[in-house]
């Protein structure tokens, strides 16, 4: 085998080709529409950095040999689903190859009675909730790109969705990993069983790792039940303080919806303009809340008494329209793609911080002079404030959007949250991540790191700092 | 500082007590009464190593002092919360200290809007649940030694429990750590809010790594809500595989019961002997199953009729002594502390196999001639099969019993299984764990193990192979 470090753009495809038995290049592209579409993910990108190859891996021995061939040439290599992901996390490095798991897509097994499926990464997230919604389970994780992002990507960012504070984030679900190292040995962590302690956790290690310590070829899920009853409750307020205030008083009835989505605003009109509500001249927040499973009738009428304590106008039960917004509030993702003049962030604080953190931010957005929105994951306070600033600002503009940025993730420490609650670090969070993590923690992760990739070829410049 | 490696006892502990400024040793004792007692957990112990020193950490500076110092001397450290657990985990080794956080039992903060507590290590799990319920809240993990153990140890072992199937394990209500590394330096991991991704879950990796990678001195907690209602029903059938079955037939109606406790003939004479019931005349098998929330009655009809129509003798609605049964079940480890003749397993195997794993146990103990009795968190697939013999056969019967264990071990592997449920590996399941993880899974965890603890300080021989 060839072992010059770094072989040109096509002799590099070629040599994959011939590793891979791709004499046709079905499996290793290098065309430049297929580098540019694999050079990025939802978010911004700040450089021209394309791969030099993409290889859309179709089984478990394509990975390994890939990741082999990199491994012993020391090429950077990105492992990515379906890019969805928002925070640059499979954006393109200088000389990388990118490896696509969107081919390996077969939902291996559903054991119903074990409420455990198994999954090839490729498989996209509400496939396997329709694969499983016959047999009255569900797949919790719920990211609001679940029709388009793949189990293998939410492991990698750990994703989580709307219906977390009741059943939890990816790794919740996730039993155990079928992960490829950066050498291309192939190895289980975890177990088939809801229990087990044996050893250190290493999938929960793999989780969220953004693809930088192994690639994951298959993921064994546990299923949670499926509700036959859910109920849907919207309710307006005047303002932000009174709709942050009753997520508490929720809480304080202790009562555990599956949803509470709060909105803005601003995140009210973009609703209105996609769906031609009028929910914006109604209310300062929205709050959309859904209960489930067999009190769901019980913990909605608990919640509806809590919302119009707090100064909601709170839908009837049975409202059809409630339900509605929370479809509405899925689907409002497409329309807020991210570039350099518009990021939204992905902060968390305690919950009992939510109403002081959104002044805070309205405070910012105020100073710096940029456009503000605020859409929040309430029951387990996670929020997704969106900044903007017309591009007609130039680098001026940017300046304040940057500083509002950095003012933004300071407050979410300050109120003693974190910099991101389910997007990942990627790379445009980095420069956060050590003023929330202590100097031996970040030293720490480089040393895991080099255990599981000591050429440092796995998604170099991600995740870690 | 005097830097021979191994000094003699007496002078050990005075140079820990000049080192923790403690000249009357209230905080660090050699006596034989102390080491003996501080040199072992609930299980067997198979032979006489004794620690040079017991350290009563009363501070996170204790801890440091005592990590530092270990770490230059090269001395085997080994902290302890209660010393409940049965794998041998604690077990003293030639040459250790043993660093006891029992004194370190301060409820640091409740935070009742944020659903969060801090905890130090050595709180008693049962006096957080004490403390927090008031406020309508609980601390979900709930070992059978919740009233002894700590949460420090619940933590080291991921300690599991009865309501695990409903509420999940120690690793889902951990939020973040205050962990002294193994040269003394202190780091926190995680963090306070419900979600959160920011680089690696390094909180997860400390969870259930039994004090092999750094000792617990911070534990940042979620509560979850303290249900107002529940209900409690006890179901006695034929035959342990009509009441396996019944579990199953509960999952297909889609109901998650807080605790499905399963109970075979052997474990019903032991609750009869203790507390004077009759339950082992009436029946083959007993399930004992508690529904909470919103929708506890509710889902006490599913189950109430899914195990009728199994063919169990089920309790009426509102039956107190369904509800004592279950606080007997939690009772009744006390009395079966294991020692040489006498063990008590921990597998899991997927729900589906219950019957069949049980139905291979009891051939195992036919085969090996040793008695059996099995109980169970049916709703994982979590079994404690405890196994004896007469001290009287000796040597001979000890044959038996090992040979009774591994094959109850592989059985639960051949299932689909793991070998430690939620006791852990300790000393005594390390001889199972090649069984269960590949090699070079087994080599990943010896590399994290040599990150954190270079010189192999922490609690050498245990959790690992």
Known sequence: MNTSSMPQQKALSEELRTLLDDPRGHRVRDDAETVRAFSRDFGP?????????????????????????????????????AGTGVSGAVNATDGCIVLSLERMNRITEIRVDDEVAVVEPGVINGDLGDAVAPYGLMYAPDPAS????????????????????????TRDSVLALDVVLADGALIRT?????????????????????????IVVGVTVRLRYLSTSQESISALFPTIADAAAAVLEMGRRRVQPAITEFLDAGTMEVIDASFGTRLAERGGALLLVRTDGFGAEAEAGVVRAALSDG???VSEPGDEFAARLIEMRRASRGDTQDDDYRVGEDVAVPRSRLVSYIHHLSEIATRHEVRLRVVAHAGDGNLHPTFWVSPDGGEEALGRLNAALDDSVRGALEAGGTITGEHGIGQFKRRWLSWEQGDRVVELQRQIKHVFDPHGILNPGKAIV
């Not at 061939?69 to 020391?74: L, V």
């Not at 793949?150 to 984030?169: D, E, H, M, P, W």
């Open 311 to 313: 100064g909601g106008q």
């Open 45 to 81: 990108k700040h450089d021209d950095a394309l791969p030099r190859a993409v290889v859309f891996a179709e089984s478990v021995g394509d990975v390994q040999a890939v990741a082999a061939y990199a491994h012993q040439r020391r090429l950077p290599l990105i492992a990515r689903g």
């Open 146 to 169: 679940y029709r388009q992002s793949t189990i293998g990507g939410n492991v990698a960012t750990n994703a989580g969705g709307l219906r977390c504070a009741k059943y939890g984030v």
């Open 190 to 214: 975890g177990r088939d069983t809801f229990k087990g302690v044996a050893g250190y956790d290493l999938t929960s290690l793999f989780v969220g790792s953004e693809g930088t310590l192994g």
